[in-house]
T-cell receptor, first 116, second 109 residues
Framework: NAGVTQTPKFRVLKTGQSMTLLCAQDMNHEYMYWYRQDPGMGLRLIHYSVGEGTTAKGEVPDGYNVSRLKKQNFLLGLESAAPSQTSVYFC???????????????FGPGTRLTVL | GQNIDQPTEMTATEGAIVQINCTYQTSGFNGLFWYQQHAGEAPTFLSYNVLDGLEEKGRFSSFLSRSKGYSYLLLKELQMKDSASYLCAVLDSNYQLIWGAGTKLIIKP
């Protein structure tokens, strides 16, 4: 199993450009998440999905959109990139429920995005 | 608001023991996680506590006191490969993870 994969690994954008980050998981997990990680700060939740066709806003959703058309894929879009969106983006997936086995989040390798 | 505090950086010597503390104030509690994150890599799961007490897993142990809103991660027989950031995260009443900023652990020979 590949686990959680993310594409691309690196990207440089100019202010105002758009792009889509792709996350894929092959563990049949119900829940998927997009985080951003900035120096000196904890992981911050951007959007998440509790199942195919459903999405919800996290802590810092402004400037981002998401879609979950297939259970295994979760896409993060930036419509008009801004320098404040320079960050490392992590996708994660998990199965809901009680106990570590079901709430443990599995992370992808991350995407390093720079917006000039 | 929700808040998780942990030290920014700690230094320890190879072969020694180090304790990384985490205090939290969250809306509800459904468990506390510790993750390890090496520089430039993704976080990986270390431990999960939902009941008070100590959970031991090899060289790593994690302790939880729900009444005090407190946890610690204990690393024994430190190795150079343990140099990493250690992230504390609490599962709140909505089953969402609230993350601390992480503790960067530096191991010296």
């Amino acid at each position: 199993n590949a686990g959680v994969t993310q594409t691309p690994k690196f990207r440089v954008l100019k202010t105002g450009q758009s792009m889509t980050l792709l996350c894929a998981q092959d563990m049949n997990h119900e829940y998927m998440y997009w985080y951003r990680q900035d120096p000196g700060m904890g992981l911050r939740l951007i959007h998440y999905s509790v199942g195919e066709g459903t999405t919800a806003k996290g802590e810092v959703p402004d400037g981002y959109n998401v879609s979950r058309l297939k259970k295994q894929n979760f896409l993060l879009g930036l419509e008009s990139a801004a320098p404040s969106q320079t960050s490392v983006y992590f996708c994660a997936s998990s199965i809901p429920g009680e106990g570590a086995t079901y709430n443990e989040q599995f992370f992808g390798p991350g995407t390093r995005l720079t917006v000039l | 608001g929700q808040n998780i505090d942990q030290p920014t950086e700690m230094t320890a010597t190879e072969g020694a023991i180090v304790q990384i503390n985490c205090t939290y104030q969250t809306s509800g509690f459904n468990g506390l996680f510790w993750y390890q994150q090496h520089a430039g890599e993704a976080p990986t799961f270390l431990s999960y506590n939902v009941l008070d007490g100590l959970e031991e897993k090899g060289r790593f142990s994690s302790f939880l006191s729900r009444s005090k809103g407190y946890s610690y991660l204990l690393l024994k027989e430190l190795q150079m490969k343990d140099s990493a950031s250690y992230l504390c995260a609490v599962l709140d009443s909505n089953y969402q993870l609230i993350w601390g900023a992480g503790t960067k652990l530096i191991i010296k020979p």
